[in-house]
């Protein structure tokens, strides 16, 4: 399995499988700065166009071609809906798949159904049902997932915000962040829980065209909680959450500091404290951050557009 790191996948599109362009976005003659691209069978298409997506997809996953740069994976409406992708000619062609609702009772049957396929393929589970609350629950998924010896697969996992806002009965304003509602102590956990375990955590969707400015605010609050990652709900802000992957001619400074071979225990630059001791795992993040999205344009003023 070539691996892949999380990093790669910016701000990933999601694309319902019924659109008859898929191999046109999957093959990159679409949307061509699209890094990561999701074809959704599930909440973004009704239940009576399950079967259209299903031939759409048995149609086009052959002319999937390889594609440097690009990341292609399907969001699994159910077990029965993947097992019958998986028997589809071409469907070792995507990188992956998005697991929908998955909670320690469910994840085992996602697990058996991939291991009767030649390839190993990433896998992002999406964390979205009413066991999210609930930390011991999550503990037991974490722990299940460890001892399954399926980490390495695990791409990210992704946190599900408006099902989880759905299990509150509550819709959040599109002037606040996720932070500065009910969800953002549960995104701390649910970090808490998996990050040091070495999980990655991809960010939820903000679902506004019109508050940009609430964007900006949340993809740095999204990095700040230690998630990267983050789905778009348009093509038109793919460049803002991406602009804020980029890292500051600063914050390369300091990060390619601390990983000198040479550099002191605790020092200053930047009138801030510097100890590779402690600092070494986020420099070498910030470091591969620069590699794929580059120094940051402190002056580029980036909008959203539709």
């Known amino acids: 399995m070539q691996k892949i790191l999380p990093e790669a996948l910016g701000a990933s599109l999601y694309i319902p499988a019924t659109r008859k362009d898929i191999s046109a976005h999957a093959n990159g003659l679409r949307l061509p700065y699209v890094r990561s691209m999701i074809f959704c069978t599930e909440d973004s298409i009704g239940l009576e166009e399950v079967s259209l997506a299903l031939n759409n997809l048995r149609k086009s996953l052959p002319s999937f071609k390889k594609t440097p ?37 469910n ?62 009965g509550i819709r959040r304003s599109p002037e606040r962040t996720i932070y500065e509602t009910g969800l953002g102590h549960t995104i701390g956990s649910l970090a808490s829980t998996f990050k040091p375990h070495g999980f990655n955590l991809t960010a939820p969707v903000f679902e506004s065209f019109a508050h940009p400015e609430v964007l900006k605010r949340e993809v ?37 500091a601390i990983l000198q071979d040479d550099a002191p225990a605790v020092f200053n630059m930047h009138n801030t404290m510097c100890e590779p001791a402690t600092h070494r795992a986020a420099s070498l993040k910030m470091v591969t951050r620069a590699e794929v999205y580059g120094i940051r344009d402190e002056n580029l003023q980036i909008r959203v557009a539709i």
């Open 220 to 256: 740095v609050q999204d990095l700040d909680h230690g998630l990267f990652g983050k789905t778009a709900i348009h093509p038109s802000q793919i460049p803002l959450i991406e602009h804020f992957y980029g890292v500051s001619q600063q914050e390369f400074e300091v990060a390619t």
């Open 107 to 168: 994840i085992g049957t996602y697990l058996d159904l991939l291991s009767s396929h030649d390839k190993k393929f990433h896998l992002m589970p999406t964390l979205e049902t009413a066991e999210v609350f609930d930390h011991e629950a999550m503990k037991k998924l974490r722990d299940l997932l460890l001892v399954r010896g399926v980490q390495e697969r695990i791409l990210s996992l992704r946190i599900g915000g408006n099902d989880l806002f759905s299990v509150l």
């Open 69 to 105: 740069n690009k990341l292609r994976f399907i969001r699994v409406r159910n077990a029965s809906v993947m097992g019958q992708i998986l028997s589809m000619e071409g469907a070792s062609n995507v990188d992956g798949f998005v697991l929908p609702k998955i909670t320690a009772g």
